[in-house]
């Protein structure tokens, strides 16, 4: 019998199907006996995968896997002159009479996917649709995130997004996704939520990433409905974004007099700004300093070991200078750390610098020296600072932990020493310092 059945299906393989109307239709003899039943789609490419699937799972009916002869799912519908659902008709393809009930049973137009890639949901056995909980978007994004050989810091970015992705499907079945869907969360995400579309792009990046997963490994057939989703192109996310402050603007703000208090009203806020602006470092790397982070080279340099940067390039060390060395010490070694919260159990220190900072210009009347004065902007400006003084493109990268790019053969084997560094940017660092009266007494 399966003998016979496998050489019966074999014959199938070509996919016999033809076009009736507006309709393709699957016909195909199995152990003698005639099987005809719309595709339920007039797009050449779709019939012939759900034909595929529908092959499968008559296989598996014949050969006693299934034996619910009503747990197959193929909506016989009926397509208008734009290729949309329209409503529920009885199946044009005469059927063989037989005891045995058919094997397709008409569901709801509106619950019909007009996209390919939905197909395993409505085309899969009842066993599959039991198990559909194993697809539901908090489980995979929770499993993904969970295998990803990916940063602390990153995992709690993927698991924020995926708080917000998953309420707006209802915790649906990932498999069923489609573009509509995608393009509908975007238009929430920007109306509704209020996201910038650059944090919309990581979030919609994120849960491509997690639908090619599961292409990847079998579990998503079709087109990733989350593909060529951008609303930023790569260029305008190069040119948009925190733009760099000048100096002479930003000593307007922390070279006064006024912030020189905050060196004994919130030293920890104090030393956290003018470290990041003579370093370039991320927020997150500055807030989790300890006085063992603090180094002296064979040769004298003093530098910050950074470890723990959200990317590989940004683990570093960063020169500074002795001044800023010696004050970072002498607080780190009485408090051990900053005394700073991260933001969402492991999210950053962002919150917990920039509110300060923004408190103080509020106070005194200095919200209009640039509408994007945050710690980010420091780095960015650091950054110009160095480039314009002449600095090399490879040592402003090496300091800022950028991935040069134009190296070809390994860029950490070419990474200048913390020596070279210190050599190229010290006086830099220190004239920055002198410029913003830097004290420490």
């Given amino acids: 019998m399966v003998a016979d059945l496998v050489a019966d299906l074999t014959m199938t393989l070509s996919l016999p199907i033809y076009k009736r109307g507006n309709t393709f239709v699957l016909h195909i003899r199995i152990a003698g006996r005639q099987i005809k039943r719309s ?79 939905v197909l395993p949901t409505f085309f899969a056995p009842k066993k599959a649709l039991e198990d559909a909980s194993v697809f539901k978007m908090a489980r995979v994004f929770g499993e993904y995130i969970a295998v990803k050989k990916i940063k602390e810091v990153t995992k709690v970015d993927y698991a924020s997004y995926a708080k917000d992705i998953t309420p707006f499907f209802k915790n649906s079945d990932i498999r069923t996704l489609t573009e509509r869907g995608v393009s509908d969360l975007i238009l929430h995400l920007r109306q509704e939520q209020g996201n910038d579309p650059r944090t919309i792009d990581n979030k919609i990046g994120f849960l491509r990433a997690v639908i090619n997963h599961l292409i990847k490994n079998g579990q998503f057939f079709g087109v990733n409905p989350a593909a060529a989703k951008n609303l930023v192109s790569k260029r305008e996310r190069r040119q948009s974004g925190t733009k760099p402050i000048a100096y002479n603007d930003l000593k307007l703000v922390f070279g006064d007099s006024r912030f020189a208090k905050m060196r004994d009203e919130k030293p920890n806020i104090y030393l956290i ?41 940004g683990n570093r060390d960063i020169p500074i200078p ?63 600072h160095l480039l314009k003084c002449g600095v090399e493109q490879y040592i402003c990268g090496a300091v800022l932990g950028h991935v040069d790019e134009t190296m070809t053969t390994g860029v950490y084997a070419k990474t200048p020493s913390v020596d070279v560094l210190a050599e190229r940017i010290d006086h830099h660092q220190i004239e920055i310092l002198n410029y913003l009266t830097f004290t420490w007494e």
Avoid: W
């Avoid at 734009?82 to 094997?103: F, M, R, W």
């Avoid at 989790?288 to 470890?307: C, E, N, V």
């Fill in 39 to 117: 595709l339920a789609t007039n797009d050449p490419a779709l019939a012939k995968l759900r034909a595929m699937q529908l092959l499968g799972q008559i296989t598996a009916d014949r050969l006693g896997q299934a034996t619910d002869k009503q747990q197959f799912l193929a909506p016989p519908v009926q397509l208008d002159s734009q290729n949309a659902i329209a409503t529920d008709v009885p199946c044009e393809i005469p059927v063989s009479q037989e005891s045995n009930p058919p094997l397709l049973t008409p569901i709801p137009a509106q619950a019909v996917a007009r996209n390919a890639h």
């Fill in 273 to 313: 700004v003018m470290t990041g602006l003579v370093t370039g470092m991320r927020v997150s790397s500055v807030g989790r300093l300890t006085a063992a982070d603090l180094k002296i080279s064979m040769k004298g340099t003093h530098y910050i070991d950074i470890s723990g940067d959200k990317t590989i390039a």
């Fill in 322 to 384: 002795q001044i800023l060395f010696e004050s970072l010490h002498e607080h780190l070694t009485a408090h051990g750390n900053f005394g700073l919260t991260e933001r969402g159990g492991g999210k950053g220190y962002s919150d917990a610098v920039n509110k300060p900072i923004k408190a103080f210009l509020k106070e005194h009347r200095l919200e209009g020296v640039h509408k994007k004065l945050s710690f980010h902007a420091f780095r960015k400006s650091f950054n110009d």
